[in-house]
């Protein structure tokens, strides 16, 4: 591996990379830091505390220690993720992307066509499209029980977590499919032709071969995908988080407590919570990055 | 050597079918409202529900840009918009993540891998927090309502993975060319602009389709950051028409979310080649 060295001085450095560090000191961690404050208050939107708030400590956090609404939308959420982003998006979309490497052919342009159509697709667009789909009457997806002789199923209102779960696995699986795909050329064909010469299996061939070296693709996408799905707000667009909070997962108690309670302050609190559990994964896969010694 | 054909057979036509399904389930959504889009109000309310449109017109496309009738009509402002901003944010995030991308493959110093890390983890608290200071910001500085304060936000917003992936990119090109510019009496930004910009071309369109995915899509922060109809971008117009509009119009909604999508579908049909290579490149050889 080349060693670039010092090509740059310390302050030509700064001076490229100053101004992506600007917007994002005061679009993104300016805000992020007000907010981690305004977990320390009692700010609400309306009334005397939206005016002088109060310092009030860490009692905020104690109180979401004790919420049950708490309990219930990290319950939710850790399902939410575990279905939807990692069996979902990252196992489907390395299933995929496995199983399309050596096809050359027009189903190969079919999948990538139409994976990509339905991440690139605006969450607003996609909501609209997901509750049209599984409407009860007007729905295509009971339409098409109906014909098998099943249904109607009130597919948002009966199982409300797992339509989120389905939607989010079809919305997101692109990205994970592409990236892997993207690894996947990188591999030279010659590993996997010896290994068909050999005659060995294609478990084997998954363990020995792709495996070893997707590690660190994989390792990245299981990250961003967690993050990403973590704080993900769209199911909203379809659930409202219901009915009875079955699908509330923890952006959208913030945002019910935020906006629709007015509690701004208890509100921050909770995503504070949220950034900290996103940052025990980020530790975790830095760990596990780190013992594979890549740097 | 290939394996014998009996054995080959089942399996082949296993992955095909397992592809197929998929492919299938991804589009049948997809098909189902994009068709609707063409459907009469009648067909698209009617039961049962047609599969292939049967009175198949454009109506419903004009209507959602001019309906002097029932004024039911979202016009071309918001798309407008839209594409004003996802424009924007999509040539600044290309700028600052290709400079700061830069900086970060061609100095070492300590600390830089955390200061990397930090900078993906960094737009990790959720959004809807972050709402409330932004709000506030934005009155004072003047930046609500504006397409300035939204391309700003976005670029920001974006730059982070960009920045990760553009360094990945120039890491992978050799910077003999440019030393040797610089040697030839080039300074490193010119280096940097005339040398190795063109050759990270493909890293360049990745960062910047993805830039303008994201503004294109956005729709928390242009509801709460936007008011007027001169600003507000097509997806924040779409759900107050539907706020406005209680009774929903299947065709309507349809027709207006088809039109949506076609800037970002030229985008990726556009980039797509180089979408795929500058992912590979920038975030698979890092």
């Avoid at chain 1, 982003?85 to 050596?102: C, E, K, N, S």
């Avoid at chain 2, 049967?54 to 071309?76: A, E, Y």
């Avoid at chain 2, 976005?154 to 982070?160: E, F, I, N, Q, V």
């Avoid at chain 2, 910077?175 to 190795?196: K, M, N, Y």
Wanted: charged share 15%.
């Amino acid at each position: 591996m080349s060693t670039p060295g010092l090509i740059l001085s310390r302050r030509q450095t700064f001076a490229f990379i100053s101004p992506a560090f600007a917007i994002i000191a005061v679009f993104l961690v300016f805000p992020a830091v007000w907010a981690l404050y305004l977990g320390l208050t009692d700010l609400e939107l309306t009334g005397i505390r939206a005016v002088m708030p109060e310092f009030v400590g860490l009692s905020n956090f104690v109180r979401v220690f004790q919420d049950s609404f708490f309990y219930n939308a990290l319950k939710i959420s850790l399902v939410f993720v575990f279905g939807s982003g990692i069996i979902g998006q990252v196992g489907l979309g390395l299933l995929l992307a496995l199983l399309m490497h050596r096809e050359k052919s027009w189903i190969k342009t079919l999948v990538a066509a139409s994976a990509i159509a339905a991440w690139i697709i605006p969450d607003v667009v996609v909501a609209y499209l997901w509750v049209a789909f599984l409407d009860s009457d007007f729905g295509l997806l009971n339409r098409g029980l109906k014909l098998v002789g099943l249904g109607p199923v009130n597919w948002l209102f009966h199982y409300p977590l797992f339509s989120i779960i389905l939607f989010n696995t079809w919305r997101g699986t692109a990205f994970s499919m592409l990236l892997f795909s993207a690894a996947l050329q990188t591999l030279p064909p010659s590993y996997l032709e010896t290994a068909d010469t050999l005659g060995a299996s294609a478990w084997r061939r998954f363990r020995d071969i792709i495996l070893p070296l997707l590690k660190t693709t994989i390792l990245t996408d299981v990250l961003l995908i967690t993050l990403w799905t973590f704080n993900v707000f769209t199911p909203f667009l379809l659930t409202g988080g219901g009915p009875s909070f079955r699908s509330e997962i923890l952006p959208i108690y913030v945002y019910r407590t935020s906006f629709k309670y007015f509690k701004l302050g208890y509100g921050s609190a909770i995503s504070t919570v949220l950034l900290l559990i996103n940052l025990a994964f980020a530790l975790v896969y830095l760990q596990a990055k780190r013992r594979q010694k890549k740097w | 050597m290939r394996r014998s054909p009996i054995r080959l057979l089942p399996v082949k036509t296993l992955v095909y079918a397992l592809l197929l399904v998929w492919a299938l389930l991804t589009i049948l959504p997809l098909y189902w409202v994009f068709s609707t889009a063409f459907k009469s109000p009648e067909e698209a309310r009617g039961y049962p529900p047609t599969l292939i449109p049967h009175s198949f017109s454009f109506r419903n496309l004009v209507q959602v840009f001019d309906d002097p009738q029932t004024h039911k009509s979202l016009g071309f402002k918001p798309y407008l918009n839209s594409l004003i901003i996802a424009l924007g944010t999509a040539l600044l995030t290309a700028t600052v993540s290709f400079l700061a991308g830069f900086g970060f493959a061609r100095y070492r110093f300590r600390g830089r891998e955390v200061l990397l890390l930090s900078l993906l983890f960094i737009n990790m608290l959720p959004e809807m927090a972050k709402m409330i200071p932004l709000f506030r910001m934005f009155i004072l500085y003047h930046l609500y309502d504006t397409y300035l304060g939204l391309i700003l936000l976005l670029a920001a917003g974006s730059a982070p993975f960009s920045t990760w992936l553009m360094r990945g990119y120039i890491k992978s090109i050799p910077q003999d060319l440019e030393d040797s510019a610089v040697i030839d009496g080039c300074t490193r930004g010119q280096a940097s602009r005339r040398i190795t910009a063109p050759l990270a071309a493909p890293g360049l369109a990745a960062v910047a389709v993805l830039a303008f995915r994201a503004a294109w899509n956005e729709f928390s922060a242009a509801l709460i950051l936007t008011t007027s109809d001169s600003v507000r971008p097509y997806t924040t117009a779409i759900f107050k028409y539907v706020k406005e509009h209680a009774s929903v119009d299947w065709h309507l909604l349809s027709a207006a979310s088809f039109v949506s999508i076609i800037p970002i579908v030229i985008a990726f049909a556009f980039f797509q080649r180089y979408f795929v290579g500058g992912l590979t490149r920038g975030a698979v050889k890092d």
